[in-house]
């Protein structure tokens, strides 16, 4: 559950839990509801995830009303019961009322412990604590300091939430009922239509000779099996009653109206009205087979969507539960949850690492596949950064814990993956509208039918319920309300598993939409380590030096092109000097001032660098050749720049970023998707232009400063396109917040999560295919998961009504209409889990 309040404002967010919900009608109903309350301002109900989204003003109506509007519609808002935490420890050492009172006192008094319960029977501690104040390291170190021993029960680390926990659960029962269920329901089949078929029964149930056996022992089978499929009756009527039904409305109804009518005349039988005739007028078998053949489906259902979150499960075993941390020349096994910031842990050859931080001793290769989707390990060294869930290969490590757990990387994915499959598309929006009236209007068709064929069609009552009861258990909300989610929720953990990260449906919907893109130069098309490619002098310097004061003057700057030059004279192993004066000119270049060479009459050098304009600005001479040698180097893809020194031009450098060696493939496979690429850059127009062209990119956006950048994106926008932006999500962030569609990307570690709709994990530009293939499946999907589900509605109603029937053909058994509506919704979500092997 996800909180968030704003002080400034009464705007309240809630993200919880709701509990009760069976089918699309639900999650229309509440949203239905809860929207028309006043002063809520937004409300978005997820199926799939059994979740709530919820904004309200908190002026005009609290939580706690909110709540109970939803309970009086059945249902259960989880409401999060505040900052605080429950630690379970199990207590070891103890021996009378003493010990454990004294655990009482001492935990009870310490700063941040909000209450401390212990059973001396079970040996169980219950601490309630503020972990902004305590850990529960310090908890469990305070009662071993004691004398005692303390071990958690259960930590996060377990990996597997409270819902899956309790699916998995639900699962399991359902399971257990099932062989049950289809034993009796087969029985009783064979008891009432077994003689049709050719099967001789015992004497004593045969209906002929004896109806009322024959009625009874069908009777006593189908109770066993109503007992087993209560919850239909125990969700369904009260929903009803309610003015609210679902689908085991439609099941407890169109069941229980079979059941009564052939309860009904088995009262008959026993009074030996026409005993024989209603002996064959019995429909004990369809409401058995209904039941049976309706929680199959269920069961298949739910460990469907079971398995719609096994990327985000995966995700979360990457996380190991314990590490080894080091303390002086000690180490020690601790909990992951344990693992504070600052604290020195050893990471062995084949372990995961459980933060995010510094490598301070050791070197390994690091396998950071199911982050990033890069199979390639990636040698790590002293001074490098590690993420949690990465995989050490084959060397030691000491790691500094910079961030732990909900902090880390890993666990900003997950959440970010949880959000995305709790999001709704916009797709989605006519399946729920249509979901909230489903039911009721099903109901409404299957009574009109049912009468229509008794009073209309001047059939017999028993064929008029058959109708009606077919009309009923064929109708299946599930199916529509099931459509988009699943397979959102399955296609965002496979952009997960390939280091796509989807920050919600809109976005995953959007990106199917895509008729622009437009892409960042530096770091985005080429890899973003410029390099010193030429450096011509026309200075009385030798190289070295000359060299080594252009260098002096850019550490001053942070600039990517000062520190090509920067690195340019280290790796000839000069140690630039530190300027004396130094001031950067906006969109021109930098001035500064340094130490003079040994030799030099003067103290310090002024030295300028930078563009044209800055040289003309200043009133440098620079020769017509020079110029020219200048555009000839921007023909090639490459920077110059321009320095002076004293007041007199001095050499000219070239800077080249290379462009990603991937460019022009991705290029040339966005246009065959018919998408329109523009490049956008601050460079000039000649640079801009030829590493445009060896990506294969024809319009070239030049000269834009970067707070300028959101302005050429809308400029695009108003020409009708819908644009995609594709940055480093840090510079250019306006720019991806402007356009349709924000695409950030960077590696592993250093891209910036939160900035973009979509997250591409590593610097790889196929990860753009990926990410709009990836969208044009789920879409897809998506489209014929809402095309059965209406298609299976529209057709198998009418059908199920007897429209066929009128024109000579046949009638829609309930039974096989039960089995039709089971497997519509099990239909839906395997066609979602087929995005499981989605490949780009």
């Known amino acids: 559950m996800l909180t968030q309040k704003t002080d400034n404002r009464p705007t309240e967010n809630l993200r919880a839990d709701i509990k009760g919900m069976h089918c699309a009608s639900c999650s229309s109903r509440i949203e239905k509801v809860v929207g028309a309350m006043e002063g809520v301002t937004r409300v978005a109900v997820n199926l799939a995830t059994e979740k709530i989204d919820l904004s309200w003003d908190a002026n005009r109506v609290g939580l706690p009303m909110i709540a109970e509007r939803i309970a009086g519609l059945g249902f259960e808002l989880v409401v999060p019961a505040g900052r605080e935490a429950v630690l379970l420890l199990a207590v070891g050492g103890m021996h009378c009322a003493s010990c454990s009172s004294r655990i009482e006192k001492v935990v009870g008094a310490l700063a941040g412990v909000k209450s401390c319960e212990v059973n001396l029977a079970t040996g169980m501690a219950r601490v309630t604590i503020d972990p902004e104040m305590i850990s529960q390291r310090q908890v469990r170190e305070t009662i071993d300091g004691l004398g005692f021993t303390a071990e958690p029960v259960t930590s996060s680390t ?67 099996v109503l007992w087993l499929g209560r919850s239909f009756y125990l969700i369904g009527f009260p929903s009803l009653l309610r003015g609210a039904p679902n689908m085991d409305s439609l099941i407890a109804v169109g069941t229980g109206a079979a059941f009564v009518y052939s309860t009904w005349n088995l009262v008959e039988i ?117 993420v949690s869930g990465t995989l050490n290969k084959n060397g030691i490590l000491h790691v500094r814990a910079r961030k732990v757990g909900k902090d880390t990387m890993l666990s900003r994915i997950i959440n970010m993956v949880q959000d995305a499959q709790g999001s709704k598309a916009p797709i989605a929006n006519l399946a729920d509208r249509i979901s909230l009236y489903f039911v009721p209007s099903v109901m409404a068709i299957a009574a009109v039918a049912g009468l229509a064929w008794y009073f209309i069609g001047q059939a017999e009552f028993t064929f008029a319920l058959r109708i009606f009861i077919a009309v009923m258990v064929i109708a299946c909300p599930c199916a529509m309300g099931l459509a988009t ?89 000069l140690q630039p000097a530190t300027p004396a004066e130094f001031a950067a000119v906006p969109g021109r270049g930098i001035a500064a001032a340094i130490p003079a060479a040994p030799d030099s009459s003067r103290p310090l050098l002024q030295v300028l660098i930078g563009n044209i304009e800055l040289m003309q600005e200043k009133g440098i001479i620079v020769a017509e050749n020079i110029s020219k040698t200048a555009d000839e180097l921007a023909d090639a893809g490459k920077t110059s720049l321009f320095a002076a020194i004293d007041g007199r031009f001095a050499a000219l450098l070239a800077i080249a970023d290379k462009i990603k060696d991937e460019a022009a493939a991705t290029v040339s496979k966005l246009k065959d998707m018919g998408i329109e690429v523009v490049m956008l850059t601050g460079d000039h127009e000649k640079t801009a232009r030829a590493i445009a062209g060896q990506a294969g990119i024809s319009e070239v956006i ?55 709709d979509i997250v591409l994990m590593q610097g790889n530009l196929a990860q753009v295919l990926t990410a709009l293939k990836l969208s044009r499946a789920t879409m897809r999907n998506i489209k014929q998961n809402l095309f059965w589900a209406f298609a299976y509605n529209v057709i198998g109603i009418p059908v199920a009504a007897g429209l066929l029937y009128i024109f000579g053909g046949p009638t829609l058994n309930p039974m096989i209409a039960g089995g039709a509506m089971a497997l519509s919704s099990v239909s839906v979500v395997s066609n979602a889990l087929r995005l499981r092997f989605f490949t780009p």
């Open 270 to 386: 026993g009074l030996g009205l026409d005993a024989v005739a209603r002996a064959h007028d019995l429909y004990f078998e369809s409401a058995a087979m209904l039941i049976a053949l309706v929680s199959l489906g269920k069961y298949l259902e739910t460990r469907s969507k079971a398995r719609t979150s096994d990327a985000i499960r995966q995700l979360m075993q990457l996380a190991p539960d314990k590490a080894t941390l080091i303390r002086g020349d000690s180490q020690e096994e601790i909990l992951v949850d344990e693992i504070e910031v600052g604290d020195l842990l050893f990471i062995r050859p084949g372990e995961r690492l459980p933060i995010d931080g510094i490598i301070e001793k050791g070197a390994s290769s690091v396998d950071e596949s199911m982050l990033t989707g890069e199979s390639m390990a990636v040698q790590k060294g002293a001074g490098d950064e590690v």
């Open 485 to 573: 989610p699943t397979s959102i929720m399955v296609g965002t953990g496979r952009g997960a598993q390939l280091g796509v990260l989807v920050k919600n449906g809109e976005a995953l919907e959007m990106a199917q939409k895509v008729e622009t893109i437009v892409f960042d130069k530096t770091g985005t098309l080429t890899y973003g380590r410029p390099e010193l490619t030429d450096l011509r002098n026309y200075s009385p310097f030798p190289d070295e030096d000359l060299l080594s004061f252009l260098a002096s003057a850019e550490t001053g700057s942070e600039h990517p092109l000062a520190e090509a030059v920067v690195q340019a004279a280290r790796s000839r192993g």
């Open 702 to 756: 030049a000269r834009v400063l970067p707070d300028h950048k959101a302005e050429e994106i809308a400029r695009i926008k108003k020409r009708g396109r819908v644009v995609a932006m594709v940055g480093d999500g840090i510079n250019d962030a306006p720019a991806l917040a402007t356009a349709d569609l924000g695409i950030a990307m960077g590696t592993g570690i250093d891209v910036a999560i939160e900035s973009g």
């Open 158 to 224: 377990d990996f597997l939430s409270g819902r899956q926990q309790e699916l998995l659960a639900r699962l399991r029962g359902m399971r257990r009922r099932l062989f049950p269920l289809f034993t009796l329901a087969v029985l009783v089949m064979v008891v009432s239509m077994g003689h049709m078929v050719g099967l001789s029964l015992p004497a004593l149930i045969n209906p002929a000779t004896e109806p009322l056996h024959f009625a009874l022992l069908q009777f006593l089978l189908v109770l066993p």
